[in-house]
């Protein structure tokens, strides 16, 4: 698909009348976010996002800074949509609770459900990390905060002789990127060999996770405990 394809279909006399601002704004970061995925941040011009949403470059411009700042507020937007503060309270309650599974679950869940949700989003992501682009260390600032709660938290319980020793950034890599390849073969690759439900693949994956992470010495009370919370979540 060529930009002038997008760009037509948008540019209609209804797609120019006038928008109250907010309406205006989440337009264009539609738009925007369409293209960036498509074509790459570099390879998209305010001008062909202006063109698609049937306004002057300047309108653009009223409501952002600059393209960088349109796309900081695509990801602001993203992480609203996902409730990233509340998601992050509840990450860490599980930290504090030293619930493993619950903790590596949900972030699991999130993932499968933000791949299946907004796959374009995804795109967009790759073509930031691919791009050259210093944009893509914007989106890395935005993820590092997870990745340093699982570090912590891998380390906390590996000095509690819960979990094996193993480099806690390695394995904070590997808690995610289970997760993320799987909805990377389906989006991209279009590979879905799992006939089952996200909730059964992501506790498939956690207890994986888990299988690897726990020390060998695991008491049988702290195995039963994990095979207790597991069956909960199930019902």
Known sequence: MRTRDICSGDNSPASR????????????????????SEFGFE???????AAAAGVSEAIIFRHFASKEA??????????????????????????????DEALVLSVVKHILEADR???QFQKLMLQAALGGHPLHKITGQRLLPLHRLLCDYIKKRQ????FQKC?????????????????????????DELSLPD???????????????????????TKEISKVRTNRRRT
Request: net charge positive; aromatic share 8%; proline share 3%.
């Open 117 to 119: 949700q907004d796959p």
């Open 167 to 191: 480099d806690p950034n390695l394995a904070a890599y590997a808690i995610v990127s289970m997760a993320g390849y799987y909805g990377l073969a389906k989006i991209l690759f279009g590979l």
């Open 70 to 99: 349109l796309y900081e507020s695509i990801l602001d937007r993203k992480a609203d949509e996902i409730g990233i503060k509340t998601w992050g309270a509840e990450l860490s309650n599980f930290v504090k609770c030293e619930d």
């Open 199 to 221: 909730d059964q693949i992501a506790l498939g994956f956690t207890q994986l996770i888990l299988n690897g992470l726990r020390a060998p010495g695991l008491s049988r009370r």
């Open 17 to 36: 009348k006038r928008l109250r601002a907010e309406d205006r704004r989440n337009q264009l970061l539609r738009i925007a976010k369409e293209l960036f």
């Open 159 to 162: 000095r509690k002789g819960a």
């Open 43 to 49: 390879n998209t011009y305010t001008k062909a996002i």
